[in-house]
């Protein structure tokens, strides 16, 4: 699959994510939600994070658009860079509520909510929130050209008879359309970058093979690149290029999706593959990773994964310090001590 | 796993219906037929899985079997050694005795326990339901069985809120199995739960199963899951079943174009990039206004003028696999090649 080439050349780059890290100061404590993540995205490209609950794959994308609440979380360290036109932005510099970065959010980054069902205000029409939007994004505009604009984009992503269902409410979609509705807003200004968390989870399997069609038809047409948050392994082979695993907060592993399926390197990346179900493929007895995801508030020294892991190496994994991170191949990265050498 | 093929559970025909009302008199204007019409049987050690999308009645259903609700007609019949109870039929006081061959578990860990009891209580409690055993026994039992499921001994007297999704659900599971039932309704039993520990409630109840000769009926939206634990699978639609069969003629040899649809909208592992899903238009019908003839030929590719006028029956087409469809013969559908 030549689509699965990660050697990114840097004109392509859109944003790159330098050792993020995103705290969470709480009274009890702090929460190292996001500890230290790089992740590169690619113009027409699909870079799949995946991870359980708690590992930091929403506040990654948070992150981004600066949509952290503050107090209590901070990005305290690190750089989130985002490519437009030649020049290089550095968001984290940003303040959140200033022009520059309310002109990102939505012209250069869409994001879709996890909950079609509670991403829509319940009192204003699909319409009206479509055209906010708009307005709000392209000062030239007036309301009649952001109506026909919002009816055009509800069409593109498959909204039936748009010119009316564009006055419909929130709770007259179904939890489908719903997510549909969220995409076209998503999209109203092109942005180069969609961040997806979740797109399908509340949906049914049906449901989601069409929302996967579409965002895929969406790309072929626009070539956004697109950030695809998932816990769900299937959807996220099926739809990335490249696929960055994170386990309580930080990246353990980075590449291309074929290098991360068939050659996965970190134990946690493999227990996972060993863990769950698949419809095709040999019916294997599942390995389950022993123990439970330990809580964010106190966090093992040394590497988060030490304490369930099979691999577990006494003195070295549990050494407080940071893992290093391994280039193990070319553009295949796995922050493992098993890959070190001495 | 013991499957000598002697039933169970036998379901014939039936319904659940629900009312719907309307104005300030509460009229009936209308029923939700949540579930019309299901027949099937459940084989002692055997896992049947069904499967199917939110809405489409299958938690109705296995309410219904139990009894959870008072279903609008049909027959449930439960095989107890041999004698055959009709389950739908019994008193209150008789069904008390029965329901300890029946059980629950169900999809919430977090909203299934009680949280004012402690995790050996929640357990203790469904014997004191039935009157089994001394105070001592039921204590001795109930530990052993929390042990079982692989909690420890220091975690019996805390209350559940101290415990995670997969562990509450490993206590939801030792209080379904307290009382010894033989049949088990296992509703999305994993559903809240993350990948790693799904695996681990998956195999616990694979094992169990194995010591105590159970029968589940598996109910999970998720066909992968699905898969791993069945031995025949049952696929539900807007309160129809539309086909069951062995598990792996089900899901390599579909007859009902429902089924096809539902493999090739799962994603896939062992297939990566794959760009040939058949996108159902649409969403189902409502349960309340149902199409008339088939309840899939609103979305059907292949449906026909028989289709649309006469509702298909349940019906077998070769050994052991039941389709709900006109055409089963004449189509050629893919399954998933594993």
């Known amino acids: ?342 | 796993m013991n499957k000598n093929g002697k039933p169970i559970i036998e379901v014939r025909d039936l319904r659940q219906f629900f009312p719907i009302q309307e104005g300030f008199l509460r009229r009936t204007i209308g029923y939700v037929k949540a579930v019309n019409g299901v027949s099937l049987t459940i084989n002692e050690g055997e896992t049947l899985g069904l499967v199917g999308e939110s809405g489409c009645g299958k938690s109705t259903l296995g309410c219904a079997i139990l009894r959870l609700y008072e279903p609008t007609g049909g027959e449930v019949i439960l095989h107890d050694g041999d004698e055959k109870l009709s389950v739908l039929e019994l008193s209150h006081r008789e069904m008390r005795q029965v329901r300890a061959n029946m059980q629950m578990i169900f999809q919430d860990p977090f909203a299934s326990l009680n949280e004012r009891m402690t995790v050996l209580e929640n357990v203790i409690e469904p014997l004191v339901c039935n009157n089994i055993g001394t105070s001592q026994e039921r204590e001795a039992k109930a530990e052993n069985l929390l042990m079982q499921v692989g909690l420890q001994k220091e975690h019996l007297r805390r209350y559940p809120h101290s415990f995670s999704g997969g562990q509450r659900q490993r206590i939801g599971i030792a209080r379904a199995l307290s009382i010894e039932p033989k049949f088990v309704v296992a509703d999305e039993p994993v559903f809240a739960l993350d990948v790693s520990v799904q695996a681990q409630i998956l195999n616990l109840m694979q094992e169990l199963q194995a010591e105590f000769g159970l029968s589940y009926l598996f109910i999970s939206h998720d066909m992968a899951v699905i898969r791993y634990v069945s031995d025949r699978i049952a696929v539900m639609y807007v309160g129809k079943l539309v086909e069951y069969a062995e598990r792996d003629e089900l899901l390599q040899h579909p007859t009902h174009p429902y089924t096809e649809a539902l493999h090739s909208a799962v994603p896939r592992l062992a297939q990566r990039g794959r760009r040939d899903r058949i996108i159902l238009e649409g969403a189902p019908p409502d349960p309340g206004d149902l199409p008339p003839g088939c309840v899939f030929q609103t979305r059907c590719k292949y449906a026909e003028a028989k289709c649309r006028a006469e509702e298909p029956e349940l019906r077998e087409i070769s050994d052991g696999h039941f389709v709900a469809c006109h055409l089963a013969e004449d189509l050629n559908l893919v399954g998933i090649q594993s």
């Open chain 1, 1 to 342: 699959m030549s689509k699965n080439n990660v050697r990114h050349n840097t004109e392509d780059l859109i944003l790159e994510i330098k050792n993020l890290k995103t705290h969470f100061m709480l009274d009890t404590g702090t929460i190292h939600a996001v500890d230290g993540v790089n992740l590169t995205i690619s113009r027409g490209k699909t870079l799949g994070v995946i991870g359980e609950s708690g590992c930091g794959k929403s506040v990654t994308a948070h992150s981004i658009l600066r949509l952290i609440p503050s107090p209590p979380g901070k990005i305290v360290d690190g750089e989130i860079l985002l490519h437009r036109d030649g020049e290089v932005i550095d968001i984290t510099k940003l303040k959140p509520t200033e022009e520059m970065m309310r002109n990102i959010r939505g012209n250069d980054i869409g994001m879709i909510f996890q909950e079609p069902m509670t991403s829509f205000g319940p009192l204003h029409t699909i319409g009206d929130q479509i055209m906010e939007t708009i307005l709000i994004h392209n000062d030239a505009a007036n309301k009649n050209e952001a109506r026909d604009q919002a009816i055009d984009l509800l069409r593109q992503v498959g909204i039936p008879n748009p010119e009316q269902r564009i006055d419909a409410y929130p709770h007259e979609f179904s939890g489908g359309m719903r997510q549909r509705a969220m995409i076209a807003m998503a999209l109203c200004c092109s942005p180069t970058l969609l961040i997806a968390d979740e797109p399908t989870t509340s949906l049914d399997v049906t449901i989601e093979a069409q929302i996967l069609e579409l965002l895929t038809g969406l790309q072929a047409q626009t070539g956004m690149a697109i950030m695809l948050i998932s816990h769900n392994l299937a959807v996220v082979s099926e739809m990335a290029d490249d696929i960055a695993v994170m386990y309580l907060g930080k990246r353990v592993e980075f590449g291309s999706t074929d290098a991360i399926f068939d050659n996965p390197l970190h134990p946690y990346t493999q227990g996972l593959w060993q863990s769950i179900p698949s419809v095709d493929g040999p019916l294997e007895k599942l390995v389950p990773i022993p123990g439970i995801v330990p809580s964010p508030r106190d966090l093992p020294p040394g590497c988060v994964f030490a304490s369930r892991c099979s691999e577990f190496m006494p003195g070295i994994c549990d050494a407080p310090k940071p893992v290093p991170i391994i280039e193990a191949e070319p553009d295949h990265f796995v922050a493992c001590y098993l890959y070190s050498n001495g």
